[in-house]
């Protein structure tokens, strides 16, 4: 069986969004790559999470070609694999319907970035993709749908997926990534909780600021970079 | 005793609702059909759902005439018998009093289609019916509040109810069926993940667009009809 | 020891307050009163509810004298014996900070009959007090919280304090009684249910319409007197 | 091994925000002092929360320099040992990012006193930062955001930190202290509470009234101070 490592960690990966709340029934997918073989590990699909063992996740590769297993592979499939292709430093995918991130998603709004929690995880505002096109939505779907995510990350410049490891999709719902599938499970989970939190303080004033461009530095590079201080060495 | 697995099913439906925290003590009731048989197997009323076994369930005729039983059925019995007649596709009721649902149905309004966690269970908006007249609610009042509902699916055009397979009761609360007891239950639990997702999406900006049908098309089909794509064959 | 099933009552009351979400710590009280021997148990105040015990509770007097128990009672006894004075029909009070009942509170604000889920339980709005002015506060404070509520079931017209079985108290939290002990704690987790869905009604449309007096009569009456149908006989 | 008992008060305490869900992953630390020895234990950076044992916390001086500990002791600590210098009455501190306090504090918001349970615990309006200067947050960051704490009890006039036991960081999060570690924690866990609660009075009554200043006294001073007559003796 290829890969046997990556998918333990993606089915814990898929039940850590069940745990934190972040999925429905079978609702939600993650993936991981193995870079160097250039095989992609991802939740086969409506399999019922009880159920799900290692042996069911689907092995294909960066185009989405079946390599190893029997089951049908997330509908979501397409969108995995062209951000793999797209952005090199990721290696692993998640994709939930959380409720507040979605909620974002529904509203066609970004994610602000109003206090230290967001700064601490996504260095910037979490973007909203545009809306499809009838004909993207009537075409390939599913890869249309991460050409749209991609195409947030180069304009109006280039931004590292990594430093802003989520995007919206327009009245659909987060995709979030990271460089394991630990990590992007993780991020899922706190950008769901910087969506809670984001919809309060708008709750609160409509208008509220966001962090300094200081104090987005100060948070982000204390967890993430060369001089990260946070944590144990 | 009749309709065995019915009654099983008709149970764990119920138990489903509770256990995903959408009724409060004995709030809400699961009914199914026996299509052949031309019987109701549904959930007594008021009685705890600890206590709750599959020989406790109620089962009678389209009519609401019992057939076998020894407890009173569910007060909304003729809700759901008149759904049975006038829809014939579906297999299962459920009725719940589910907070953000709820919360759309005395507000007097429809759950939009605002993204496609919406578009992959219901074709278009969740609708609510009209205010029931007083003579209605001082006559058949059951009978009435499911007559109101099957108005809903009459005007202005034929809409099929296992395409969009819930309807807001106005001043009370949803109404979900299903194929089966246990899509009705999924059904619901659905509903008021929506619902939530709505409210939100509201709360963020309160003019937000609903899907394109170029969306609600892809989703919807992707899980229902000949052409569905999702889950494992 | 007096009143030995009373005890258990009252305990468990205040144990399904905990079990509901609607305590914090020792936040909260419940009490029962026989009425023929014209006596009240009620919680201690500021105990763990862990560490409650049956033979933890109070037993008080109608004006409140201690008649067995070694632990002060809990602080807002002068208000649960006032309303057992007055409302000569009710068998046990409850008192919570639950969150949304007690933002209606803060906001000054009665909770709408929005919904037959309303109408199941209370004939009407769910009053709140008038303010208390300061010499009532800097005097016989908690009796003067009863007060307040009392002149809500007074004015403008009589109520029957068992058709609406709570009231807010002006910038302060609900108290909320029945006819026993286990009535009145599930009368208090149906208004917090209640108190979130109309909380959510007004976010949705600010002026939402209360039920009809129609609606109102069929859904309290299914439930309550002498022609109550909901339930098993 | 210096301070065995604080070290395992403090981690009680931290486990205490985990149990009550103010904290995720390894968000938030707790802190407390020794005042005859001038030492404080505070929470390790970044260890999981189910990994924490008393022998992980990490012993300070008053300056943060580190006396006992292998670990890196939290990112915050010179927050906390400024605190403890500043506010010579407190036993110790808990800092969270919990959703409604911190929804408060990134819209640079105080929370007002709306309500009894408010008073309870906190002697009026829980202030709110200034926001820190580029300068501040370029320069030492942790110790600038203590100061900005401590600055909201000198102006406009004296406040014991004990009669409002907590502040908010603009753009940040709460900071909560008390007597022990206990105490900070449960301060912690009501702060969140009456956020949740001044949250929604918002949302019902956008100008909701605070309390009085006379049920301010009333409740403040049923808990706190000589002549409290809440709990047991």
Not at 26 to 50: C, H
Not at 103 to 121: C, V
């Amino acid at each position: 069986m290829l890969l046997e490592q990556l998918r333990k960690d993606v089915l814990e990966a898929n039940l850590e969004l069940v745990k934190r709340g972040l999925v429905l029934y079978t609702f939600g997918n993650a993936s991981g790559v193995d870079r160097e073989q250039g095989l992609v590990v991802i939740k086969p699909s409506g399999v019922d999470y009880d159920d799900l063992r290692p042996e069911h996740m689907v092995v294909t590769d960066l185009h989405g070609k079946i390599v190893e297993g029997n089951l049908n592979p997330s509908s979501d499939l397409d969108t995995h694999t062209l951000l793999y292709r797209e952005f090199p430093t990721i290696g692993a995918v998640v994709h939930t319907h959380s409720e507040f991130a979605t909620s974002f998603a529904q509203a066609g709004l970004p994610i602000p970035a109003f206090g230290t929690t967001h700064a601490d995880y996504f260095y910037g505002p979490v973007p909203v993709t545009a809306p499809l096109t009838d004909e993207a939505i009537g075409g390939r779907y599913v890869h249309e749908t991460g050409l749209a995510i991609v195409e947030r990350f180069r304009n109006p410049e280039v931004i590292d997926p990594l430093a802003v490891p989520a995007c919206l999709v327009n009245g659909h719902a987060p995709f979030v990534w990271g460089r394991t599938a630990h990590d992007a499970a993780h991020n899922a989970v706190v950008l769901e909780a910087v969506a809670r939190m984001a919809y309060r303080t708008i709750g609160l004033r409509a208008n509220a600021d966001c962090v300094s461009q200081a104090l987005l530095d100060r948070h982000y590079f204390r967890k993430h970079g060369a001089n990260a201080t946070y944590g144990q060495k």
